[in-house]
């Protein structure tokens, strides 16, 4: 009986351990596939001091004119805790941010997996707009926007509003979000399953 219960302990052990190492690779998997990102949106009022911070700093500034600007610097942290890179296009320190912004993004396609585009300002409306007629760039871009200008939840006619409706027919990536915590929310949803279609891609199955 002891020589028994000796066996079924060590094929018992055995089943742990390899059922640890599974769980060991499938984590490490996740690791190697981190999706490399770029968060366009409302710029930083104090430059550097403002992108190189994080959100809690940020919360504590006086500052109240900037608050698209910090929803970028809360998403950086959140994306960046799920072990993720994030690129603002400030960090580029470009020195002609228009033409070198598009030069970059085309030419670096490979290097990142996707473009969080909030544009609430008129240089992130702008890039939203330049960026949405490059296909390479298009299928990359996540588009998040207020309820009241997403064209499924508002009656307002306006020509921005018609390039969201034009975006999201073709391309289908345009989401509304009520607040800061839903759309947290919705950008945590969409890296943690893009990061499992990129594994399921990878596979050789």
């Avoid at 759309?183 to 969409?190: C, F, G, S």
């Amino acid at each position: 009986m002891i020589e028994q219960k000796s066996t079924k302990d060590e094929k018992l052990e055995e089943k742990a351990r390899l059922l640890k190492n599974a769980i060991r690779n499938f984590r490490r998997l996740f690791g190697e596939k981190s999706l490399q990102i770029l968060i366009f949106g409302e710029g930083f009022p104090k430059k550097d001091e403002c992108w190189k911070g994080n959100h809690f700093d940020c919360n504590n500034c006086e500052n109240s004119q900037c608050k698209y600007a910090k929803i970028r610097i809360l998403l950086r942290d959140i994306i960046v805790e799920q072990e993720d890179s994030v690129i603002f296009p400030e960090e580029l320190q470009l020195i002609n941010p228009t033409l070198d912004e598009e030069l970059f993004l085309q030419i670096c396609k490979d290097e990142y997996d996707l473009i969080i585009m909030l544009p609430v300002s008129f240089g992130s409306v702008d890039e939203f707009s330049s960026y949405s007629r490059i296909d390479d760039l298009a299928t990359k871009m996540r588009v998040f926007v207020e309820y009241q200008f997403h064209p499924f939840y508002t009656t307002e006619k306006a020509r921005l509003i018609d390039s969201y409706l034009k975006f999201l027919t073709v391309y289908g990536h345009v989401y509304p979000y009520r607040d800061e915590e839903e759309l947290v929310k919705i950008v945590k949803l969409l890296t943690n399953s893009y990061r499992k279609v990129k594994i399921l891609e990878s596979l050789d199955l």
